[in-house]
């Protein structure tokens, strides 16, 4: 008879510690309810657990104690689901993790920050007074009782006069996901290719564990053969690797190479691809490999499309419209005076663009088209180069179809760009700019 993953559960004193909304006392039911043959039921816990301990990326006192039990589940062969609880990992660890590329984790920086804030004399009132005022501000009233609620989370997170600060229960999350990462490992040989694919994803977010988890990575490159899993491993080695200071380890150069002059897999090839400008050791053919899918050369986008549909693929959620994201935060530190062909294929995949993948696009075609540097005022339209007048125009597009939420307008105006439509009309010297006021 296989052990209860969940024995012990109830002897943890989830009253003492808190999520989202509250006390922790009904985690041990949610955990429990994970293990439903239900789909329903299952499917309903682990909402329920993305909204109470990692709620919006935000983790609580209660988050790394559910972390130990979540990893026994996903060795448990019984737990349904078990690759969206691996990929639930990846988000108690990290919050957001699309926030994190295209380097990967930076632990060291949030853990020096930790050791800031507790030696600040001022952490208390940081917490508490600053907390107040922004409570007192006449423009969150009408919303006071949720944000009362939830700063009071934040407050039990850690005691002012102990912890002092926010991050702590992010970092003891991450550590305690780190610190399980055995299971995924043994999880790389698991029948099932989503459990493996998923177990890939979550090593790339530990950069302590680059030794161990590249050597088992490596491996897998070695003998896997479903496209999504190669294409997830290729991406999570580079991940690690990219956050060397110094990279130059040719055996893992040569395995990429490999994969994509080899694989019968457009996603694995164009994974491997992007690995390898990911690490900046690309040719021109690995770059190449990767700008077919903003020229949607030979139907390309179709065909990876085609790939995704048959696994998950967990980087920007696997959505075919997301792998240009990617590419472009990859793309990003290439200079526009240098690649102009690169500015003009992103800047069209930009002009049918939405939604969060607007905005990563646009901020790496900026990049790119100014070659990284940012104009210190508003610069001249009739300044601009011909490729840079063309990223204008499409941007207006954009603009023009309302489309105005804050991440997009954000991006414009931290490059000294008008961010409303008709300013923008008038910017570009757009022959309607003045009738559009009318």
């Known amino acids: 008879m296989e052990a209860d993953p969940l024995a012990g559960v109830d002897q943890v004193a989830w009253s003492d510690v808190d999520h989202a909304y509250g006390e922790a006392t009904d985690l041990p039911n949610t955990l429990r309810n994970l293990q439903s043959p239900d789909e329903d039921i299952h499917q309903g816990a682990l909402y329920s657990l993305y909204g109470s301990i990692c709620h919006q990326g935000s983790r609580y006192s209660s988050t790394p104690l559910a972390i130990p039990f979540l990893y026994k589940l996903i060795d448990s062969p019984d737990t349904p689901a078990r690759g969206e609880l691996l990929l639930f990992m990846a988000f108690l660890a990290t919050g957001l993790n699309s926030d994190e590329l295209p380097l990967g984790t930076d632990v060291a920086y949030q853990r020096k920050r930790v050791a800031e804030l507790r030696k600040d004399p001022s952490r208390v009132e940081i917490i508490t007074k ?125 395995s990429l190479r490999d994969l994509q002059s080899e694989s019968s897999s457009c996603l694995a090839t164009w994974a491997s691809s992007l690995s390898l400008v990911k690490l900046r050791v690309n040719t021109e053919k690995e770059l190449s490999e990767v700008m077919k899918l903003f020229t949607d050369e030979d139907q390309y986008s179709e065909r990876l499309k085609e790939e995704l549909e048959t696994g998950k693929f967990p980087f920007l959620d696997g959505r075919p419209s997301t792998l240009t994201s990617l590419a472009a935060r990859e793309l990003q530190h290439f200079k526009g005076s240098k690649n102009p062909d690169m500015v003009k294929a992103i800047t069209s995949a930009t002009t049918s663009s939405r939604g969060m993948d607007l905005v990563t696009l646009s901020s790496a075609l900026l990049n790119i088209a100014f070659d990284g540097v940012k104009p210190d005022s508003e610069p001249e339209f009739d300044d601009l180069n011909d490729p840079q007048q063309e990223v204008m125009r499409a941007l207006n597009t954009r603009l023009e179809k309302r489309v105005q939420f804050g991440n997009f307008m954000t991006v414009l105006e931290s490059w000294n760009l008008p961010s409303r439509a008709e300013d923008f009309e008038v910017f570009i010297k757009h022959p309607d700019a003045f009738q559009s006021r009318l």
């Open 130 to 254: 600053g907390l107040d005022d922004f409570l007192s501000d006449a423009i969150v009233e009408r919303n006071r009782e949720y944000l009362e609620s939830y700063i009071q989370s934040l407050r039990a997170s850690g005691a002012p006069e102990d912890e002092a600060d926010w991050w702590s229960p992010e970092v003891r999350s991450y550590n305690a996901v780190q610190n399980g990462l055995d299971t995924a490992y043994r999880c790389l040989k698991d029948d099932s290719a989503e459990v493996r694919t998923c177990a890939a994803y979550l090593l790339a977010w530990f950069p302590d564990r680059l030794s161990d988890s590249e050597q088992h990575l490596m491996e897998m490159l070695g003998c896997e053969r479903t496209p999504t899993a190669q294409a997830t491993a290729a991406i999570s080695l580079a991940t690690l690797q990219a956050m060397k200071e110094n990279f130059s380890e040719t055996r893992i150069v040569r």
